[in-house]
């Protein structure tokens, strides 16, 4: 891979494309649509969130699982996998392949770290490759199912420590 080259701008360019996409979901849109009462500040707040993420710039302060354990009745792990897929392709779209392989990488992360603490490590929505080094990635389309798959002991201490918060 070449240099990850990403802008601040960038940054919210792909979160309002996601999330537009994300509100108008039949399976998402209720959730957030729901959730979110003020769109202008939850962008803003996720902009700084994926900035603190994707260029350290500390702008993030917060507690994703936190939010997100809120409305952990609402959010079924198959629900991740959908909000991948939407990520992916929206990343795909706007940025270059380097850069949406990093921001898909660290959203299955976020995805993981958030399904792990909702529904226990049982619910695993990402795979490892071993020629990725044993990195976590987003499994392709054709690959995801949404049935939760049991992971063993030793790979479930693993998930657990994986670096990297979560989206809000």
């Known amino acids: 891979m070449g240099e990850i080259t990403l802008m601040q701008e960038d940054i919210m360019l792909v979160l309002s494309r996601f999330y537009a996409k994300a509100r108008r979901d039949a399976e998402l849109g209720p959730v957030f649509n729901d959730a979110v009462k003020d769109w202008s500040e939850h ?3 996720l902009e700084d ?3 603190s993420l994707m260029l350290t710039t500390g702008r993030y302060k917060g507690n994703p699982v936190a939010m997100h354990l809120i409305h952990a ?3 079924e792990p198959h629900m991740f996998v959908r909000w991948l897929k ?5 990343t795909n779209e706007l940025v270059s392949a380097d850069v949406a392989w990093e921001m898909q990488t660290k959203a299955a992360r976020i995805a993981e770290r958030l399904n792990t603490a909702m529904h226990g490590p049982e ?3 990402v795979a490892r490759r071993p020629e990725d080094d044993g990195r976590l990635r987003q499994k392709s389309l ?4 949404a049935v939760p798959v049991p992971i063993s002991e030793k790979d ?5 420590s994986s670096s990297g918060p979560c989206f809000t």
């Not at 939407?86 to 929206?90: A, G, H, I, K, N």
């Not at 479930?156 to 657990?160: D, N, P």
């Open 123 to 125: 619910a695993v929505i």
């Open 142 to 145: 054709g690959e995801i199912d």
């Open 86 to 90: 939407l990520w992916e392709e929206t």
């Open 156 to 160: 479930g201490e693993q998930a657990q």
């Open 43 to 45: 962008l803003q707040r």
């Open 73 to 75: 009745d609402r959010i």
């Open 49 to 51: 969130f994926w900035s």
